[in-house]
């Protein structure tokens, strides 16, 4: 089976400009969640998603937005970039809501200039 | 909010030294997993502890759950190279999503 997918594997955009970023979880799996990690340290959680409905959410800005679709994918968006927001994204599946083992993705590098 | 730290920073050993990382959180923990993150990877689960006071092995490896569930421990046996890599420690408050430590990188001399 294939693991978690993410799209694009990297990225550099502009600051203001708009970015979307993708993740196909593990075939089964209904959570997906969302973390920045910044060189150096540890993931930061910023959304998890469970049956198409938002069920955590971080302390992030509202730039930050996220969805997740019927076949349980998911989509990551963040608006107005900032410089500090260049970090690696990644994107966990697990089967269920709670108390299950996360399965990352290779992440999204995003560099904004 | 819940915090959760982790010490070392960094840790250097030569190969079949024994290595330690311990996790500490400011809240107690409802669970807590680690996660095994190699340079230019990404994060590897590699056990979750729910009970007070539990401890699990896993080959060289073994972790622990403190009593009052608010720190837990990973010790390697006779590291070897494949164990480089940084460790992540997540813990999750009641009700609440897990948070990362910031990690422990460890080094292995050959």
């Known amino acids: 089976d294939a693991g978690v997918t993410q799209s694009p594997t990297h990225l550099i955009k502009t600051r203001g400009q708009h970015v979307t970023l993708r993740c196909s979880p593990i075939?089964?799996?209904?959570?997906v969640s969302w973390y920045q990690q910044v060189l150096g340290q540890g993931p930061q959680f910023i959304f998890q998603?469970?049956?198409?409905?938002?069920?955590g959410r971080g302390n992030f800005p509202d730039r930050f937005s996220a969805r997740q679709f019927p076949n349980y994918s998911s989509e990551l968006n963040v608006n107005a970039l900032l410089l500090g927001d260049s970090a690696l994204y990644l994107c966990?599946?697990?089967?269920?809501?709670?108390?299950?083992?996360?399965?990352f993705g290779p992440g999204t590098r995003l560099t904004v200039t | 909010g819940q915090q959760v730290m982790q010490i070392p920073q960094y840790q250097h050993v030569q190969e079949g030294e024994d290595f330690t990382t311990y996790c500490n959180s400011s809240?107690?923990?409802?669970?807590i997993q680690w996660y095994k993150q190699r340079p230019g990877g990404h994060p590897v689960f590699l056990i979750q502890?729910?009970?007070?006071?539990e401890v699990k092995k896993q080959k060289r490896l073994t972790f622990q759950f403190g009593e009052a569930k608010k720190n837990s421990s990973l010790h390697i046996t006779a590291t070897q190279t494949t164990d480089v890599g940084t460790y992540f420690c997540?813990?999750?408050?009641?009700?609440?999503?897990?948070?990362f430590g910031p990690g422990t990188r460890l080094s292995v001399l050959p």
């Open positions: 966990a599946s697990s089967f269920e809501l709670k108390d299950y083992e996360q399965y």
């Open positions: 075939s089964g799996h209904k959570s």
């Open positions: 998603y469970y049956e198409k409905e938002e069920r």
């Open positions: 809240t107690t923990l409802s669970n």
């Open positions: 502890l729910v009970k007070s006071g």
């Open positions: 997540a813990g999750r408050d009641y009700g609440q999503n897990f948070v």
